[in-house]
């Protein structure tokens, strides 16, 4: 059974850093691109950033890009995302997942992703 564990969320203000972290069960993980997500209040899901099973040609949202940093350690089985320079839109809950198939090219769309975390709650006050 895949499990995704998030953990890192919290409350900051603004201008502030969280780093979240994702421990991964249940997959050769050091063989999946890996992604994080988020949804805040009233929107759609969105894509935040991806990495290569590698840790190589991460990819970021244009929103985020500059700000945050994700990387991964295969050895931890874990993700992580490193979030810099916080705004009060950056308020979400923050998804991991996980790509279906072994070395696939990170993606910000969801449909390679069948594997998700619960997620966690990052707020950012004014």
């Known amino acids: 059974q895949v499990q995704l564990e998030e953990a890192g969320g919290g409350l900051v203000q603004a201008g502030g850093s969280l780093r979240l972290s994702c421990a991964v069960a249940?997959?050769?993980?050091?063989?999946?691109?890996m992604g994080w997500f988020r949804q805040a209040p009233g929107k759609n899901r969105e894509f935040v950033a991806a990495?290569?099973?590698?840790?190589?040609?991460?990819g970021y949202a244009h929103s985020v890009a500059g700000r945050f940093t994700i990387s991964r350690d295969n050895a931890k089985n874990t993700v992580y995302l490193q979030m810099n320079s916080l705004k009060p839109e950056d308020t979400a809950v923050y998804y991991c997942?996980?790509?279906?198939?072994?070395?696939?090219?990170?993606?910000?769309?969801?449909?390679?992703?069948?594997?998700w975390g619960q997620g966690t709650q990052v707020t950012v006050s004014s």
């Open positions: 997942t996980a790509a279906r198939s072994y070395y696939s090219s990170p993606t910000p769309d969801e449909a390679p992703y069948p594997y």
């Open positions: 249940g997959l050769t993980f050091g063989r999946h691109t």
């Open positions: 990495i290569s099973w590698s840790g190589a040609r991460p």
